[in-house]
Protein backbone atom coordinates (compact mmCIF):
# COMPACT_ATOMS: atom_id res chain seq x y z
CA UNK A 1 0.00 0.00 0.00
CA UNK A 2 2.78 2.08 0.76
CA UNK A 3 4.30 2.27 -2.36
CA UNK A 4 0.75 3.32 -3.87
CA UNK A 5 0.78 6.17 -1.64
CA UNK A 6 4.20 7.38 -2.26
CA UNK A 7 3.19 7.30 -6.36
CA UNK A 8 -0.05 8.93 -6.05
CA UNK A 9 2.24 11.90 -3.85
CA UNK A 10 5.20 12.13 -6.29
CA UNK A 11 2.19 12.35 -9.26
CA UNK A 12 1.07 15.44 -6.97
CA UNK A 13 4.37 16.96 -6.71
CA UNK A 14 4.68 16.65 -10.58
CA UNK A 15 1.02 18.28 -11.22
CA UNK A 16 2.25 20.78 -9.00
CA UNK A 17 4.95 21.49 -10.92
CA UNK A 18 2.99 22.03 -13.91
CA UNK A 19 0.37 24.22 -12.60
CA UNK A 20 2.18 26.21 -10.19
CA UNK A 21 5.66 26.62 -10.83
CA UNK A 22 6.38 30.38 -13.12
CA UNK A 23 9.48 28.81 -14.72
CA UNK A 24 8.98 26.81 -18.80
CA UNK A 25 11.63 24.77 -17.33
CA UNK A 26 10.50 23.23 -14.14
CA UNK A 27 6.69 22.89 -15.88
CA UNK A 28 8.49 20.72 -17.85
CA UNK A 29 10.34 19.13 -15.23
CA UNK A 30 6.57 18.54 -13.62
CA UNK A 31 5.78 17.03 -16.56
CA UNK A 32 8.85 14.11 -16.26
CA UNK A 33 7.84 13.77 -13.15
CA UNK A 34 4.19 13.17 -13.07
CA UNK A 35 4.28 11.06 -16.08
CA UNK A 36 6.94 8.94 -14.16
CA UNK A 37 4.65 8.59 -11.37
CA UNK A 38 1.98 7.29 -13.80
CA UNK A 39 4.50 4.98 -15.36
CA UNK A 40 5.29 3.47 -12.02
CA UNK A 41 2.22 2.94 -11.08
CA UNK A 42 1.71 0.99 -14.15
CA UNK A 43 4.81 -1.51 -13.43
CA UNK A 44 3.27 -1.54 -9.79
CA UNK A 45 0.26 -2.94 -10.85
CA UNK A 46 2.14 -5.82 -12.63
CA UNK A 47 4.01 -7.09 -9.60
CA UNK A 48 2.84 -10.10 -8.04
CA UNK A 49 4.38 -11.34 -4.50
CA UNK A 50 7.26 -14.03 -5.10
CA UNK A 51 6.37 -14.25 -8.79
CA UNK A 52 8.81 -14.42 -11.41
CA UNK A 53 9.36 -13.22 -14.85
CA UNK A 54 7.48 -15.28 -17.58
CA UNK A 55 10.25 -16.42 -19.20
CA UNK A 56 9.13 -20.47 -20.72
CA UNK A 57 11.03 -22.99 -21.59
CA UNK A 58 10.66 -26.65 -23.00
CA UNK A 59 10.52 -27.81 -19.52
CA UNK A 60 7.93 -25.62 -18.25
CA UNK A 61 8.15 -22.14 -16.89
CA UNK A 62 7.76 -20.26 -13.46
CA UNK A 63 4.57 -21.16 -12.04
CA UNK A 64 3.70 -17.91 -10.79
CA UNK A 65 4.38 -14.75 -13.26
CA UNK A 66 4.60 -11.06 -13.24
CA UNK A 67 2.28 -9.63 -15.78
CA UNK A 68 4.87 -8.73 -18.75
CA UNK A 69 2.17 -6.62 -20.58
CA UNK A 70 2.39 -3.17 -18.35
CA UNK A 71 6.04 -3.54 -19.06
CA UNK A 72 6.46 -3.36 -23.18
CA UNK A 73 3.46 -0.72 -22.13
CA UNK A 74 5.32 1.62 -20.14
CA UNK A 75 8.12 1.66 -22.90
CA UNK A 76 6.12 2.93 -25.27
CA UNK A 77 4.27 5.74 -22.96
CA UNK A 78 8.42 6.60 -22.10
CA UNK A 79 9.15 6.98 -25.99
CA UNK A 80 5.53 9.18 -25.74
CA UNK A 81 6.65 10.95 -23.19
CA UNK A 82 9.91 11.81 -24.35
CA UNK A 83 8.58 12.90 -27.73
CA UNK A 84 6.45 15.53 -25.71
CA UNK A 85 8.97 16.47 -23.39
CA UNK A 86 11.42 16.99 -26.49
CA UNK A 87 9.07 18.90 -28.31
CA UNK A 88 8.27 21.18 -25.21
CA UNK A 89 12.07 21.70 -24.54
CA UNK A 90 12.04 23.10 -28.29
CA UNK A 91 9.17 25.31 -28.06
CA UNK A 92 10.53 27.09 -24.96
CA UNK A 93 14.04 27.11 -26.52
CA UNK A 94 12.24 29.52 -28.92
CA UNK A 95 10.36 31.24 -26.54
CA UNK A 96 13.64 32.27 -24.87
CA UNK A 97 15.45 33.51 -27.67
CA UNK A 98 12.28 36.07 -28.56
CA UNK A 99 12.05 36.75 -24.93
CA UNK A 100 15.22 36.28 -23.02
CA UNK A 101 13.22 34.91 -20.16
CA UNK A 102 11.74 31.30 -19.25
CA UNK A 103 9.56 33.54 -16.58
CA UNK A 104 5.57 33.17 -17.70
CA UNK A 105 4.49 36.19 -16.40
CA UNK A 106 6.87 37.81 -18.39
CA UNK A 107 6.01 35.76 -21.36
CA UNK A 108 2.18 36.19 -21.27
CA UNK A 109 0.46 38.20 -23.54
CA UNK A 110 -1.99 35.78 -24.83
CA UNK A 111 -5.69 36.98 -22.54
CA UNK A 112 -7.36 33.88 -22.07
CA UNK B 1 -13.05 -5.88 -47.46
CA UNK B 2 -11.43 -5.72 -44.14
CA UNK B 3 -8.39 -5.72 -45.47
CA UNK B 4 -8.18 -1.64 -46.20
CA UNK B 5 -8.82 -0.89 -42.66
CA UNK B 6 -5.00 -0.71 -41.82
CA UNK B 7 -4.80 1.86 -44.81
CA UNK B 8 -6.72 4.70 -43.32
CA UNK B 9 -3.51 4.55 -40.92
CA UNK B 10 -0.47 3.51 -43.03
CA UNK B 11 -1.20 5.92 -45.93
CA UNK B 12 -0.67 8.72 -44.11
CA UNK B 13 2.04 7.82 -42.02
CA UNK B 14 4.02 6.53 -44.97
CA UNK B 15 3.31 9.96 -46.47
CA UNK B 16 4.37 11.64 -43.18
CA UNK B 17 7.65 9.81 -43.36
CA UNK B 18 8.35 9.52 -47.17
CA UNK B 19 8.04 13.67 -47.00
CA UNK B 20 11.37 14.19 -45.14
CA UNK B 21 13.58 12.35 -47.49
CA UNK B 22 11.30 13.38 -51.23
CA UNK B 23 9.87 16.65 -50.03
CA UNK B 24 12.59 18.90 -49.46
CA UNK B 25 13.19 21.76 -51.71
CA UNK B 26 10.36 20.25 -54.41
CA UNK B 27 6.97 22.02 -53.45
CA UNK B 28 5.01 19.61 -56.11
CA UNK B 29 6.23 16.70 -54.22
CA UNK B 30 4.71 17.58 -50.63
CA UNK B 31 1.99 19.08 -52.32
CA UNK B 32 0.96 16.16 -54.48
CA UNK B 33 2.33 13.65 -51.67
CA UNK B 34 -0.26 15.30 -49.01
CA UNK B 35 -3.23 16.10 -51.49
CA UNK B 36 -3.09 12.03 -53.09
CA UNK B 37 -3.16 10.59 -49.51
CA UNK B 38 -6.17 12.78 -47.86
CA UNK B 39 -8.09 12.88 -51.14
CA UNK B 40 -7.91 9.27 -51.79
CA UNK B 41 -8.76 8.65 -47.97
CA UNK B 42 -11.50 10.61 -47.82
CA UNK B 43 -12.77 8.75 -50.68
CA UNK B 44 -11.81 5.30 -48.80
CA UNK B 45 -14.03 6.54 -46.23
CA UNK B 46 -16.86 6.92 -48.38
CA UNK B 47 -16.48 3.70 -50.01
CA UNK B 48 -15.98 1.96 -46.71
CA UNK B 49 -19.08 3.51 -45.19
CA UNK B 50 -21.37 2.45 -48.37
CA UNK B 51 -20.00 -1.45 -47.67
CA UNK B 52 -20.32 -1.83 -44.17
CA UNK B 53 -23.80 -2.03 -44.57
CA UNK B 54 -23.69 -4.83 -45.64
CA UNK B 55 -22.20 -6.53 -42.41
CA UNK B 56 -22.33 -4.45 -39.24
CA UNK B 57 -18.63 -4.82 -38.28
CA UNK B 58 -15.35 -5.31 -39.61
CA UNK B 59 -12.11 -5.87 -37.94
CA UNK B 60 -8.35 -5.96 -38.35
CA UNK B 61 -6.17 -8.45 -36.46
CA UNK B 62 -2.70 -6.61 -36.83
CA UNK B 63 0.05 -9.53 -37.04
CA UNK B 64 -2.71 -11.60 -37.36
CA UNK B 65 -2.70 -12.17 -33.25
CA UNK B 66 -6.40 -13.45 -31.85
CA UNK B 67 -8.16 -10.79 -30.16
CA UNK B 68 -7.94 -10.46 -26.83
CA UNK B 69 -4.06 -10.61 -27.55
CA UNK B 70 -2.86 -8.36 -30.44
CA UNK B 71 -3.87 -5.14 -31.40
CA UNK B 72 -7.55 -5.31 -32.83
CA UNK B 73 -8.28 -2.71 -35.95
CA UNK B 74 -12.26 -2.15 -35.76
CA UNK B 75 -14.50 -0.24 -37.87
CA UNK B 76 -18.10 -0.19 -36.86
CA UNK B 77 -20.68 2.12 -37.86
CA UNK B 78 -19.51 5.11 -35.47
CA UNK B 79 -16.03 4.63 -36.22
CA UNK B 80 -16.99 5.28 -40.32
CA UNK B 81 -18.98 7.93 -39.28
CA UNK B 82 -15.76 9.69 -37.58
CA UNK B 83 -13.84 8.54 -40.34
CA UNK B 84 -15.82 10.02 -43.35
CA UNK B 85 -15.90 13.30 -40.92
CA UNK B 86 -12.31 13.80 -40.13
CA UNK B 87 -11.36 12.59 -43.96
CA UNK B 88 -13.50 15.07 -45.61
CA UNK B 89 -12.38 17.65 -43.60
CA UNK B 90 -8.84 16.79 -44.24
CA UNK B 91 -9.05 16.72 -48.18
CA UNK B 92 -10.48 20.49 -48.47
CA UNK B 93 -8.00 21.98 -46.42
CA UNK B 94 -5.14 20.34 -47.81
CA UNK B 95 -6.61 21.62 -51.15
CA UNK B 96 -7.25 24.89 -49.38
CA UNK B 97 -3.64 24.80 -47.81
CA UNK B 98 -1.78 24.31 -51.11
CA UNK B 99 -1.63 27.81 -52.14
CA UNK B 100 -2.71 29.28 -48.38
CA UNK B 101 1.34 28.26 -47.60
CA UNK B 102 2.82 30.16 -49.99
CA UNK B 103 3.25 32.97 -47.30
CA UNK B 104 5.09 30.48 -45.45
CA UNK B 105 8.53 28.63 -45.49
CA UNK B 106 8.20 25.26 -44.48
CA UNK B 107 5.76 23.50 -46.59
CA UNK B 108 6.93 19.96 -46.47
CA UNK B 109 7.52 20.06 -42.71
CA UNK B 110 3.31 21.64 -42.75
CA UNK B 111 2.41 18.89 -44.78
CA UNK B 112 4.79 16.22 -42.53
CA UNK B 113 2.87 16.61 -39.54
CA UNK B 114 -0.57 17.21 -40.59
CA UNK B 115 -0.42 13.72 -42.22
CA UNK B 116 0.82 12.29 -39.07
CA UNK B 117 -2.27 14.01 -37.07
CA UNK B 118 -4.62 13.07 -39.63
CA UNK B 119 -2.73 9.38 -38.91
CA UNK B 120 -3.33 9.91 -35.32
CA UNK B 121 -7.18 10.51 -35.81
CA UNK B 122 -7.73 8.06 -38.02
CA UNK B 123 -5.67 5.46 -35.31
CA UNK B 124 -7.83 7.12 -32.46
CA UNK B 125 -11.37 6.07 -34.19
CA UNK B 126 -10.41 2.85 -35.68
CA UNK B 127 -8.72 1.09 -33.16
CA UNK B 128 -10.55 -1.47 -30.79
CA UNK B 129 -7.53 -1.22 -28.21
CA UNK B 130 -7.84 0.58 -25.33
CA UNK B 131 -3.60 1.44 -25.15
CA UNK B 132 -3.30 1.72 -28.62
CA UNK B 133 -5.99 4.29 -28.48
CA UNK B 134 -3.77 6.33 -25.86
CA UNK B 135 -1.13 6.04 -28.23
CA UNK B 136 -2.31 6.90 -31.50
CA UNK B 137 -4.32 10.08 -29.85
CA UNK B 138 -0.73 11.04 -28.62
CA UNK B 139 0.56 11.14 -32.31
CA UNK B 140 -2.24 13.22 -33.08
CA UNK B 141 -1.72 15.36 -30.01
CA UNK B 142 2.01 15.83 -30.53
CA UNK B 143 2.01 16.39 -34.36
CA UNK B 144 -0.74 19.59 -33.55
CA UNK B 145 1.20 20.90 -30.69
CA UNK B 146 3.64 21.80 -33.42
CA UNK B 147 1.55 22.68 -35.52
CA UNK B 148 0.13 25.29 -33.51
CA UNK B 149 3.62 26.56 -32.92
CA UNK B 150 4.25 27.09 -36.93
CA UNK B 151 4.92 30.25 -36.97
CA UNK B 152 7.03 30.17 -34.95
CA UNK B 153 6.57 33.97 -33.65
CA UNK B 154 5.57 35.12 -29.92
CA UNK B 155 2.09 34.31 -29.83
CA UNK B 156 2.23 31.02 -31.62
CA UNK B 157 5.34 30.16 -29.21
CA UNK B 158 2.98 31.20 -26.01
CA UNK B 159 0.04 29.45 -27.19
CA UNK B 160 1.65 26.32 -28.19
CA UNK B 161 3.28 25.72 -25.04
CA UNK B 162 0.44 26.35 -23.28
CA UNK B 163 -1.62 23.71 -25.42
CA UNK B 164 1.52 21.16 -24.95
CA UNK B 165 0.93 21.22 -20.76
CA UNK B 166 -2.76 21.45 -20.68
CA UNK B 167 -2.78 18.05 -23.31
CA UNK B 168 0.25 16.44 -21.26
CA UNK B 169 -1.81 17.06 -18.28
CA UNK B 170 -5.16 15.28 -20.23
CA UNK B 171 -3.19 12.71 -21.70
CA UNK B 172 -1.82 11.34 -18.01
CA UNK B 173 -5.15 11.51 -16.42
CA UNK B 174 -6.27 9.15 -19.70
CA UNK B 175 -2.99 7.25 -18.89
CA UNK B 176 -4.08 7.09 -15.25
CA UNK B 177 -7.21 5.32 -16.18
CA UNK B 178 -6.09 3.28 -18.28
CA UNK B 179 -4.16 1.73 -15.74
CA UNK B 180 -6.50 1.59 -13.16
CA UNK B 181 -9.01 -0.30 -15.94
CA UNK B 182 -6.34 -2.65 -16.87
CA UNK B 183 -5.00 -3.82 -13.33
CA UNK B 184 -8.68 -3.94 -12.89
CA UNK B 185 -9.45 -6.24 -16.09
CA UNK B 186 -6.21 -7.89 -17.19
CA UNK B 187 -7.04 -6.83 -21.15
CA UNK B 188 -6.64 -3.72 -23.31
CA UNK B 189 -9.09 -5.06 -26.20
CA UNK B 190 -11.89 -2.73 -25.22
CA UNK B 191 -14.29 -5.55 -26.37
CA UNK B 192 -13.49 -7.55 -24.00
CA UNK B 193 -13.03 -5.23 -21.40
CA UNK B 194 -16.39 -4.39 -22.00
CA UNK B 195 -17.42 -8.61 -21.86
CA UNK B 196 -15.75 -8.34 -18.45
CA UNK B 197 -17.14 -4.94 -16.68
CA UNK B 198 -20.23 -6.57 -18.03
CA UNK B 199 -19.78 -10.19 -15.86
CA UNK B 200 -18.92 -8.39 -12.87
CA UNK B 201 -19.91 -5.78 -10.41
CA UNK B 202 -17.35 -3.74 -10.46
CA UNK B 203 -18.09 -1.18 -7.08
CA UNK B 204 -15.90 2.21 -6.93
CA UNK B 205 -13.52 1.27 -9.76
CA UNK B 206 -16.00 2.31 -12.61
CA UNK B 207 -16.55 6.05 -10.75
CA UNK B 208 -12.66 6.51 -10.46
CA UNK B 209 -11.75 5.34 -13.39
CA UNK B 210 -14.50 7.59 -15.49
CA UNK B 211 -13.50 10.74 -13.23
CA UNK B 212 -10.09 10.32 -14.77
CA UNK B 213 -11.58 9.62 -18.35
CA UNK B 214 -13.86 12.89 -18.07
CA UNK B 215 -10.83 15.04 -17.07
CA UNK B 216 -8.51 13.87 -19.25
CA UNK B 217 -10.97 13.79 -22.60
CA UNK B 218 -12.59 16.55 -21.51
CA UNK B 219 -9.44 18.99 -21.58
CA UNK B 220 -9.09 17.35 -24.88
CA UNK B 221 -12.87 18.64 -26.02
CA UNK B 222 -11.92 21.49 -24.25
CA UNK B 223 -15.01 21.26 -22.06
CA UNK B 224 -16.02 24.07 -20.22
CA UNK B 225 -13.74 24.14 -16.54
CA UNK B 226 -11.22 22.38 -18.75
CA UNK B 227 -11.18 25.17 -21.95
CA UNK B 228 -8.49 27.49 -20.98
CA UNK B 229 -6.28 26.46 -23.82
CA UNK B 230 -8.52 26.38 -26.32
CA UNK B 231 -8.91 30.13 -27.55
CA UNK B 232 -5.12 31.02 -27.44
CA UNK B 233 -4.47 27.44 -29.54
CA UNK B 234 -6.71 27.96 -31.86
CA UNK B 235 -6.68 31.14 -33.29
CA UNK B 236 -2.74 30.83 -32.91
CA UNK B 237 -2.22 28.24 -35.50
CA UNK B 238 -2.04 28.89 -39.06
CA UNK B 239 -5.79 28.73 -40.60
CA UNK B 240 -5.85 25.47 -42.01
CA UNK B 241 -5.09 23.92 -39.00
CA UNK B 242 -7.05 25.92 -36.93
CA UNK B 243 -9.93 24.65 -39.10
CA UNK B 244 -8.58 20.90 -38.32
CA UNK B 245 -8.26 21.43 -34.67
CA UNK B 246 -11.49 23.01 -34.19
CA UNK B 247 -13.16 20.96 -36.95
CA UNK B 248 -12.51 17.29 -36.02
CA UNK B 249 -9.39 16.86 -34.02
CA UNK B 250 -11.42 17.98 -30.33
CA UNK B 251 -14.22 15.70 -31.65
CA UNK B 252 -12.13 12.71 -32.85
CA UNK B 253 -9.77 12.96 -29.53
CA UNK B 254 -12.17 14.39 -27.07
CA UNK B 255 -15.67 13.84 -28.06
CA UNK B 256 -15.50 10.57 -29.87
CA UNK B 257 -13.01 8.91 -27.38
CA UNK B 258 -15.14 9.82 -24.72
CA UNK B 259 -18.23 8.50 -25.91
CA UNK B 260 -16.79 4.92 -26.62
CA UNK B 261 -15.40 4.48 -23.87
CA UNK B 262 -17.84 6.08 -21.50
CA UNK B 263 -20.75 4.24 -24.11
CA UNK B 264 -19.25 0.98 -25.03
CA UNK B 265 -17.01 0.08 -22.12
CA UNK B 266 -17.93 1.36 -19.26
CA UNK B 267 -21.68 1.33 -19.52
CA UNK B 268 -23.94 4.78 -19.42
CA UNK B 269 -25.64 5.18 -16.54
CA UNK B 270 -28.09 8.45 -15.54
CA UNK B 271 -25.75 9.60 -13.08
CA UNK B 272 -23.17 9.76 -16.17
CA UNK B 273 -25.79 11.52 -18.00
CA UNK B 274 -26.52 13.64 -15.14
CA UNK B 275 -22.77 15.16 -15.17
CA UNK B 276 -22.35 14.68 -19.36
CA UNK B 277 -25.36 17.22 -19.61
CA UNK B 278 -24.55 19.69 -17.00
CA UNK B 279 -21.42 19.88 -18.55
CA UNK B 280 -22.93 20.52 -22.57
CA UNK B 281 -24.86 23.42 -20.47
CA UNK B 282 -21.81 24.56 -19.30
CA UNK B 283 -19.85 24.54 -21.95
CA UNK B 284 -22.64 26.20 -24.60
CA UNK B 285 -23.26 28.85 -21.83
CA UNK B 286 -19.67 30.04 -20.92
CA UNK B 287 -18.42 29.31 -24.11
CA UNK B 288 -20.75 32.02 -26.14
CA UNK B 289 -20.67 34.33 -23.55
CA UNK B 290 -17.14 35.02 -23.75
CA UNK B 291 -17.18 34.69 -27.09
CA UNK B 292 -19.72 37.94 -27.85
CA UNK B 293 -17.55 40.43 -26.35
CA UNK B 294 -14.50 39.33 -29.13
CA UNK B 295 -13.07 41.25 -31.83
CA UNK B 296 -10.54 39.07 -32.62
CA UNK B 297 -11.88 36.89 -35.91
CA UNK B 298 -10.42 33.39 -34.72
CA UNK B 299 -10.67 34.16 -31.34
CA UNK B 300 -14.01 34.66 -31.11
CA UNK B 301 -14.40 31.44 -33.05
CA UNK B 302 -12.17 29.38 -31.06
CA UNK B 303 -14.94 30.04 -28.50
CA UNK B 304 -17.77 29.24 -30.05
CA UNK B 305 -16.15 25.81 -30.59
CA UNK B 306 -16.10 25.34 -26.63
CA UNK B 307 -20.06 26.27 -27.44
CA UNK B 308 -20.98 24.24 -30.09
CA UNK B 309 -19.09 21.00 -28.20
CA UNK B 310 -21.31 22.02 -25.12
CA UNK B 311 -24.18 21.00 -27.81
CA UNK B 312 -22.51 17.77 -29.22
CA UNK B 313 -22.59 16.42 -25.09
CA UNK B 314 -25.67 17.80 -24.27
CA UNK B 315 -27.11 15.83 -27.00
CA UNK B 316 -25.41 12.79 -26.37
CA UNK B 317 -25.40 12.98 -22.77
CA UNK B 318 -29.54 12.83 -22.97
CA UNK B 319 -28.71 9.38 -23.76
CA UNK B 320 -31.72 8.94 -25.58
CA UNK B 321 -31.74 7.51 -29.52
CA UNK B 322 -32.77 10.59 -30.68
CA UNK B 323 -30.50 12.61 -28.51
CA UNK B 324 -27.57 10.45 -29.24
CA UNK B 325 -28.64 11.03 -33.27
CA UNK B 326 -28.94 14.64 -32.77
CA UNK B 327 -25.58 15.36 -30.67
CA UNK B 328 -23.77 13.02 -33.65
CA UNK B 329 -25.52 15.43 -36.39
CA UNK B 330 -24.69 17.89 -35.00
CA UNK B 331 -21.10 16.85 -34.71
CA UNK B 332 -20.47 16.14 -38.19
CA UNK B 333 -22.05 19.78 -38.94
CA UNK B 334 -20.12 21.51 -36.78
CA UNK B 335 -17.15 20.14 -37.98
CA UNK B 336 -18.03 21.55 -41.67
CA UNK B 337 -19.57 25.11 -40.85
CA UNK B 338 -15.99 25.42 -38.04
CA UNK B 339 -13.39 24.54 -40.51
CA UNK B 340 -15.22 26.31 -43.41
CA UNK B 341 -15.81 29.40 -41.15
CA UNK B 342 -11.66 29.57 -39.77
CA UNK B 343 -10.59 28.80 -43.38
CA UNK B 344 -12.62 31.94 -44.04
CA UNK B 345 -10.88 34.17 -41.52
CA UNK B 346 -8.15 32.71 -43.33
CA UNK B 347 -8.34 34.02 -46.42
CA UNK B 348 -9.74 37.23 -44.90
CA UNK B 349 -6.23 37.67 -42.79
CA UNK B 350 -4.55 36.96 -45.69
CA UNK B 351 -5.72 39.54 -47.69
CA UNK B 352 -5.78 42.49 -45.07
CA UNK B 353 -3.11 41.25 -42.58
CA UNK B 354 -5.12 41.59 -39.85
CA UNK B 355 -8.25 39.58 -37.78
CA UNK B 356 -9.42 42.94 -35.54
CA UNK B 357 -13.02 43.10 -36.77
CA UNK B 358 -13.05 46.98 -36.09
CA UNK B 359 -10.40 47.27 -38.71
CA UNK B 360 -12.35 45.86 -41.35
CA UNK B 361 -15.36 46.06 -42.99
CA UNK B 362 -17.11 46.00 -46.59
CA UNK B 363 -15.26 42.86 -47.59
CA UNK B 364 -18.08 41.54 -49.81
CA UNK B 365 -17.27 44.12 -52.25
CA UNK B 366 -13.42 42.78 -52.62
CA UNK B 367 -14.31 38.96 -51.82
CA UNK B 368 -17.33 37.87 -52.87
CA UNK B 369 -16.69 34.90 -52.87
CA UNK B 370 -15.31 34.55 -49.06
CA UNK B 371 -18.10 36.78 -48.25
CA UNK B 372 -20.86 34.35 -49.37
CA UNK B 373 -19.74 31.10 -48.09
CA UNK B 374 -19.03 32.67 -44.57
CA UNK B 375 -22.24 33.95 -44.68
CA UNK B 376 -23.61 30.64 -44.90
CA UNK B 377 -21.49 28.96 -42.62
CA UNK B 378 -22.34 32.07 -40.49
CA UNK B 379 -26.32 31.20 -40.81
CA UNK B 380 -25.30 27.05 -40.05
CA UNK B 381 -23.93 27.95 -36.71
CA UNK B 382 -26.15 30.70 -35.78
CA UNK B 383 -28.94 27.92 -36.92
CA UNK B 384 -30.90 29.09 -39.22
CA UNK B 385 -32.91 27.17 -41.84
CA UNK B 386 -32.49 25.43 -44.23
CA UNK B 387 -28.86 25.39 -43.20
CA UNK B 388 -27.41 22.39 -41.81
CA UNK B 389 -26.73 23.73 -38.29
CA UNK B 390 -30.25 24.60 -37.66
CA UNK B 391 -31.74 21.15 -38.33
CA UNK B 392 -29.06 19.49 -35.69
CA UNK B 393 -29.87 21.92 -33.43
CA UNK B 394 -33.76 21.67 -33.65
CA UNK B 395 -33.00 17.89 -32.88
CA UNK B 396 -30.98 18.57 -29.60
CA UNK B 397 -33.79 20.88 -28.26
CA UNK B 398 -36.43 18.32 -29.19
CA UNK B 399 -34.16 15.56 -27.70
CA UNK B 400 -33.73 17.88 -24.33
CA UNK B 401 -37.55 18.09 -24.35
CA UNK B 402 -38.70 14.89 -25.16
CA UNK B 403 -36.32 13.54 -22.30
CA UNK B 404 -37.96 16.50 -19.84
CA UNK B 405 -34.78 18.22 -19.47
CA UNK B 406 -36.35 21.58 -20.19
CA UNK B 407 -33.83 23.54 -18.51
CA UNK B 408 -31.31 22.58 -20.98
CA UNK B 409 -33.43 22.49 -23.82
CA UNK B 410 -34.37 26.10 -22.68
CA UNK B 411 -30.35 27.49 -22.45
CA UNK B 412 -29.42 25.65 -25.95
CA UNK B 413 -32.24 28.34 -27.05
CA UNK B 414 -30.61 30.97 -25.23
CA UNK B 415 -27.39 30.07 -26.83
CA UNK B 416 -28.69 29.78 -30.28
CA UNK B 417 -29.92 33.26 -29.98
CA UNK B 418 -26.28 35.17 -29.05
CA UNK B 419 -24.67 32.43 -31.47
CA UNK B 420 -26.88 34.43 -34.02
CA UNK B 421 -25.88 37.90 -32.47
CA UNK B 422 -22.07 37.54 -32.67
CA UNK B 423 -22.46 36.19 -36.03
CA UNK B 424 -24.48 38.78 -36.91
CA UNK B 425 -21.31 41.20 -35.49
CA UNK B 426 -19.18 39.18 -37.27
CA UNK B 427 -20.81 39.80 -40.68
CA UNK B 428 -21.84 43.18 -40.19
CA UNK B 429 -18.57 44.55 -39.03
CA UNK B 430 -16.09 41.87 -42.04
CA UNK B 431 -17.98 42.44 -44.59
CA UNK B 432 -21.23 44.54 -45.00
CA UNK B 433 -21.01 48.43 -45.01
CA UNK B 434 -18.51 50.70 -47.06
CA UNK B 435 -14.72 49.52 -47.58
CA UNK B 436 -12.38 51.26 -45.77
CA UNK B 437 -9.52 53.07 -47.70
CA UNK B 438 -7.00 50.85 -46.77
CA UNK B 439 -8.76 47.86 -48.17
CA UNK B 440 -9.28 49.15 -51.91
CA UNK B 441 -6.80 46.78 -53.16
CA UNK B 442 -7.23 43.48 -51.33
CA UNK B 443 -7.69 40.64 -53.65
CA UNK B 444 -9.85 37.47 -53.89
CA UNK B 445 -8.18 34.26 -52.76
CA UNK B 446 -6.86 31.39 -55.50
CA UNK B 447 -8.99 29.42 -57.00
CA UNK B 448 -7.62 26.08 -55.28
CA UNK B 449 -8.81 27.73 -51.76
CA UNK B 450 -12.43 29.11 -53.12
CA UNK B 451 -12.88 25.34 -54.32
CA UNK B 452 -12.58 24.03 -50.98
CA UNK B 453 -14.55 27.42 -49.72
CA UNK B 454 -17.18 26.52 -51.64
CA UNK B 455 -17.48 22.34 -51.33
CA UNK B 456 -17.62 23.20 -47.76
CA UNK B 457 -20.20 25.97 -48.06
CA UNK B 458 -22.29 23.64 -50.73
CA UNK B 459 -22.37 20.77 -47.53
CA UNK B 460 -23.48 23.14 -45.01
CA UNK B 461 -26.26 24.09 -47.47
CA UNK B 462 -27.43 20.72 -48.23
CA UNK B 463 -26.36 19.08 -44.91
CA UNK B 464 -29.88 19.11 -43.97
CA UNK B 465 -30.73 16.22 -46.22
CA UNK B 466 -28.90 13.91 -44.41
CA UNK B 467 -31.99 13.49 -41.82
CA UNK B 468 -34.07 12.04 -44.39
CA UNK B 469 -34.86 8.08 -43.72
CA UNK B 470 -32.39 6.78 -46.48
CA UNK B 471 -29.49 8.78 -45.75
CA UNK B 472 -29.76 8.51 -42.22
CA UNK B 473 -30.52 4.64 -42.16
CA UNK B 474 -27.13 4.79 -44.04
CA UNK B 475 -24.67 7.57 -42.32
CA UNK B 476 -26.12 8.51 -38.81
CA UNK B 477 -28.32 5.30 -37.83
CA UNK B 478 -25.21 2.87 -37.94
CA UNK B 479 -23.23 5.44 -35.40
CA UNK B 480 -26.18 5.87 -32.92
CA UNK B 481 -26.36 1.96 -32.81
CA UNK B 482 -23.49 1.57 -31.77
CA UNK B 483 -23.32 3.85 -29.17
CA UNK B 484 -27.11 2.90 -27.99
CA UNK B 485 -26.05 -1.33 -27.93
CA UNK B 486 -23.66 0.00 -25.40
CA UNK B 487 -21.10 -2.55 -23.10
CA UNK B 488 -23.85 -5.54 -24.54
CA UNK B 489 -23.33 -4.70 -27.55
CA UNK B 490 -19.52 -4.42 -28.06
CA UNK B 491 -18.68 -7.02 -26.18
CA UNK B 492 -21.34 -9.49 -28.60
CA UNK B 493 -19.30 -8.09 -31.03
CA UNK B 494 -16.40 -10.02 -29.83
CA UNK B 495 -17.74 -13.56 -30.37
CA UNK B 496 -19.86 -12.58 -33.69
CA UNK B 497 -17.46 -10.70 -35.89
CA UNK B 498 -13.82 -11.60 -35.41
CA UNK B 499 -12.29 -13.56 -37.35
Redesign the interface.
Known sequence: MTQYFLCFVL?CVG?YG?LAKRN?VK?ILG?VV??AA?NL??VL?AYRTGAFAPIVEAGGGPTRMV?P??HA?VL??IV?GL??TA??IA??M??YA??GTYDIEE????K? | MWHVIPLFIALPLAGAFLLPVLGRGRRWVSDGVSLAVTVSLCLGSFWSLTKLQESAVWVYTVGGWKPPFGISLVLDGLSAFMLVTVNLVAATVVLYALRYLDAFTGRWQFHCLFLLMVAGMNGVVLTGDL?NL??TL?IAA?AS??LV?FG????E??????Y??MG??G??FI??GL?LL??YT?T?NMADMAAYLQARESGSLKGIVLGFFILGFGLKAALVPFH?????AHP?APAPISAMLSGVLIKSLGVYALCRVIFCVLGFTPAISEILIGLGILSMLIGVVLAVGQWDFK?LLAYHSISQVGYIILGVGLGTPLGLAAGLFHLFNHSIFKSLLFLDSGVVEQATGTRDLRRLGGLNHRLPVTGGTTLAASMAIAGIPPFNGFWSKLLVILAAIQAEHYWAAFWAVVVSVLTLASFTKVLKYAFLGDLPERLRNVHEAPVSMRTALVVLALICVVGGVLWLPELRSWFLDPAVGVLGAGPAGMAESLVRYWP
Do not use: C, N, Q
Request: no cysteine; net charge negative.
Open positions: FLMLILAEVLFVDLPLTAIATLMIARIHYVRELG | FFVEVYGATERHLEAAFKAVSISLLLVYSSLAWLPDSR
